[in-house]
């Protein structure tokens, strides 16, 4: 069974601190790696992807993989009360004979202001 | 990125009757199209894959004679929930994706509610 583990939380950050989600996944030879952010209410949407071993940066946003620790981790940097939502990890893997993407049960994160 | 769009948003329907949802991807070809369900303050639960022009993969415990899934087109998959029942209540949400392989992945629709009285 190909699992994908995070936290529930709720992880609660005061305002302009970073937030830090963490995700580890079980399947080596998973090479995409996705985190969604779902609003209470909404469905979920793509906020970061990343392929490779080491960091990968997009506004306030930065995805780390780490290949060989099987994890994937998501900071947000400089928190708003607006990041306050559950972040999704979602990882693709290779499994009866097509590509599926295999989904944590989300970390839920409050930003106090 | 990808748009994905759902009809309707919004559905209330008395117990026993019939709900079509309709999912379309906008501005690209969906090869595979997947349906969850998500109920309050719980994880998606991913229901079921389909694929253009075959019949859906249904996950485990997903009743297929009730949930009705055709994807008659790269473009457009629809999910009929059939002689829906109060149990049936919860958020559908649809997603597609191209050719799923190495750096593509899934776009989702907004989602529909319905309540089933």
């Known amino acids: 069974q190909k699992e994908v583990e995070q936290n529930s939380g709720p992880l609660s950050v005061p305002e302009g601190a970073i937030a830090s989600l963490n995700c580890t996944y079980s399947d080596r030879v998973s090479q995409s790696f996705f985190w969604y952010r779902q609003y209470s209410g909404k469905s979920p949407e793509l906020i970061m992807s990343?392929?490779s071993n080491g960091d990968k940066e997009d506004g306030r946003f930065t995805a780390q993989l780490n290949k060989a620790s099987q994890y994937v981790s998501l900071l947000i940097r400089d928190s708003q009360p607006s990041d306050s939502a559950t972040y999704l990890c979602a990882v693709m893997t290779f499994m009866d004979s097509n590509y599926q993407l295999i989904w944590g049960a989300g970390t839920k994160l409050i930003i106090k202001p | 990125g990808a748009v994905v769009s759902q009809h309707p948003s919004w559905v209330i329907c008395k117990s026993g009757t019939s709900v079509k949802i309709e999912c379309r991807s906008l501005?690209?070809?969906?090869?595979?199209m997947f349906w969850y369900r998500q109920f309050p303050k719980q994880s998606l639960m991913l229901m079921a894959t389909s694929n253009e022009g075959s019949k859906a993969t249904y996950e485990q415990g997903v009743e297929k004679d009730k949930f009705l899934i055709n994807h008659a087109s790269l473009t457009l998959s629809t999910l009929t929930v059939t002689s829906a029942h109060p149990e049936d209540s919860s958020f559908y949400i649809c997603?597609?994706?191209?050719?799923?392989?190495?750096?593509?992945?899934?776009?989702f629709g907004p989602g529909t509610r319905l309540l089933v009285l």
């Open positions: 997603s597609a994706g191209g050719r799923l392989a190495v750096g593509e992945t899934q776009y």
């Open positions: 501005d690209f070809q969906a090869t595979t």
């Open positions: 990343i392929y």
